[in-house]
T-cell receptor
């Protein structure tokens, strides 16, 4: 069964600095998707960035980028120029788009941004 | 595009009562998902609909839980004879055709007294 592991329950970063959130996963599939979702307190879960496993190029969305290491089954999120609005719970999620049709989430990393 | 809408936002009920939640997906999204999220955890999959057909159910979905999606539009999730362990945030997500990602609603927070 596929699993997603986030080993950092909490992280803190100074405003304008860079922070990296870690995620590892386990799967026997070769074709799948990986996502980072952001969940602010009492607010909606929002898609931050996604990566298709067949693409070697790391995805980038403005200040957010990923380091996707397929062989190592690692998918970290880098947030550059951190802003106060980045404070939230961040979830890494796996989706194989075929057999299961469901997202498998990690336990999340709570990111605090210090002014 | 008004996003995924869930109602109510918060439900407080006594143990043993039945509750029903509603989810309105993004228009024209034919795929709909329910997840449950407990405090400090990531969401866990409950069930999946493609149009009106319920194609997958998690073992988490005990016989006290039932979900429907009549006419392939909105969906309801009913919990009968609620228990303390049912207290959680229930999230709905919808997804369009192809490899589009899932879009989540605000969730319904269930509190069992």
């Amino acid at each position: 069964a596929q699993t997603v592991t986030q080993s950092q329950p909490e992280m803190s970063v100074q405003e304008a600095e860079t922070v990296t959130l870690s995620c590892t996963y386990d799967t026997s599939e070769s074709d799948y998707y990986l996502f980072w979702y952001k969940q602010p307190p009492s607010r909606q879960m929002i898609l931050v960035i996604r990566q298709e496993a067949y693409k070697q190029q790391n995805a980038t969305e403005n200040r957010f980028s990923v380091n996707f290491q397929k062989a190592a089954k690692s998918f970290s999120l880098k947030i550059s120029d951190s802003q106060l609005g980045d404070a939230a719970m961040y979830f890494c999620a796996y989706f194989d788009g075929g057999a299961t049709n469901k997202l498998i989430f990690g336990t999340g990393t709570l990111l605090a941004v210090q002014p | 595009d008004t996003g995924v809408s869930q109602d109510p936002r918060h439900k407080i009920t006594k143990r043993g009562q039945n509750v029903t939640f509603r989810c309105d997906p993004i228009s024209e999204h034919n795929r709909l998902y329910w997840y449950r999220q407990t405090l400090g955890q990531g969401p866990e999959f409950l069930t999946y609909f493609q149009n009106e057909a319920q194609l997958e159910k998690s073992r988490l979905l005990s016989d006290r839980f039932s979900a429907e999606r009549p006419k392939g539009s909105f969906s309801t999730l009913e919990i009968q004879r609620t228990e303390q362990g049912d207290s959680a945030m229930y999230l709905c997500a919808s997804r369009g055709p192809g490899d589009q990602p899932q879009h989540f609603g605000d969730g319904t927070r269930l509190s069992i007294l």
